[in-house]
């Protein structure tokens, strides 16, 4: 039986393979053989290695968009205080962007119609005036 520590060192490891860029039947393969457990520990051992990795790269994102804010909110300020109403408003601007408060920009609408829609739709446009007689 392997201890908890033992665990969490083989977990560290494959975070690190996977941070490193290794595909994941290569990192199957290597937990297999380099820890000597079967295929389903090492999928367990992966699985939350993933988790790690991403809660670590959560965590990195959250702290640059910190990052970020405190720098917009200080370009603000700057312009403010110098009276460049531009630059101020730009700063807002994608201080509120980043911050995911911004309306969606708008989105042309592109209609996919088939040929069989065109033609009916051409022959509808098409069509003269008067109705055909019955016959």
């Known amino acids: 039986m392997t201890s908890q520590t033992e665990k969490d060192k083989r977990i560290d490891a494959i975070a690190d393979w996977i ?4 595909r994941y039947s290569d990192a199957l393969a290597k937990t297999c053989t380099e820890f000597k457990v079967c295929d389903r520990t090492a ?11 991403r809660e670590a790269r959560m965590t990195m994102k959250e702290s640059e968009i910190c990052e970020a804010v405190d720098c917009l909110k200080d370009t603000y300020g700057s312009a ?3 009276n460049d109403h531009s630059a101020a408003t730009g700063a807002m601007r994608e201080l509120i962007k ?3 408060l911004a ?5 042309e609408v592109k209609h996919d119609v088939t040929d069989p829609v065109k033609a ?3 022959n ?3 069509s003269p005036d008067q109705p055909k007689p019955r016959g």
């Open 43 to 53: 999928r367990s051992y992966i699985g939350q290695a993933n988790a790690l990795v």
């Open 19 to 22: 941070i490193g860029g290794m």
């Open 103 to 107: 309306e969606p920009d708008k989105q």
């Open 98 to 100: 980043l911050l995911g």
């Open 124 to 126: 509808v446009v098409n």
């Open 80 to 82: 403010r205080r110098n």
């Open 120 to 122: 009916l739709l051409n």
